[in-house]
């Protein structure tokens, strides 16, 4: 089975700071990885597909890279909006989610 | 407008059963492969169950593997997941998603509670 394994678990920043949360797989997973924003008592949001695709309707401060068993998400100029938990998922094999990593006001 | 929605969770004592269903509509139910993702209460998502546009092809997590079963019934735009031998650890919200990759659309979820 591919784990998926994010960090850092809890990012605290402030409106404007940008952000980088990293996903690492257990083995390579190509670029078969999505990035997930999730809200409180809310689905899962799509962000990002194939490590660097963006979604449609996602605001281009939002992108992702990386390709084998690194990869990262990054928001440029956080916004009050952006305020939530992120998971990675791989999707090379079968599915697997990252534990997810919050990000809260500084 | 892509909608889907669960329904069927419920309070099940441990060792019962429950169906979940999800109905789709906006868009061609049969062409997408289909899953079942759970988040345990306060915890992180977990990949349940996959299904293809067919349904001939399935796959599910070990942790549920032998007690939960994934079908569908493309006439009448729905997807189900019946669930046995219930157990604590299956106290969830239950989440129907579509793709075969990544996931694009997913529903509101349906909580499932596993308590005496």
């Known amino acids: 089975d591919i784990q998926m394994t994010q960090s850092p678990s809890t990012l605290s920043a402030s409106v404007g700071d940008r952000v980088t949360i990293t996903c690492r797989a257990s083995?390579?997973?190509?670029?078969?990885l999505a990035w997930y924003q999730q809200k409180p008592g809310k689905a899962p949001k799509l962000l990002i597909y194939k490590a660097s695709s963006l979604e449609s309707g996602v605001p281009s401060r939002f992108s992702g890279s990386g390709s084998g068993t690194e990869f990262t998400l990054t928001i440029t100029s956080l916004q009050p909006d952006d305020f939530a938990t992120y998971y990675c998922?791989?999707?090379?094999?079968?599915?697997?989610f990252g534990q997810g990593t919050k990000v809260e006001i500084k | 407008e892509v909608q889907l929605v669960e329904s069927g969770g419920g309070l099940v004592q441990p060792g019962g059963s429950l169906r979940l269903s999800c109905a789709a509509s906006g868009f061609t139910f049969s062409s997408y492969e289909m899953n079942w993702v759970r988040q345990a209460p306060g915890k992180g998502l977990e990949w349940v169950s996959h299904i293809s546009t067919s349904g001939s092809n399935i796959y599910h997590a070990d942790s549920v593997k032998g007690r939960f079963t994934i079908s569908r019934d493309n006439a009448k735009n729905s997807l189900y997941l019946q669930m046995n031998s219930l157990r604590a650890e299956d106290t969830a919200v239950y989440y129907c998603?579509?793709?075969?990759?990544?996931?694009?659309?997913w529903g509101q979820g349906t909580l499932v509670t596993v308590s005496s």
């Open positions: 998603a579509t793709g075969g990759g990544y996931f694009e659309y």
């Open positions: 998922q791989q999707y090379n094999s079968y599915w697997t």
């Open positions: 083995q390579s997973i190509s670029s078969w």
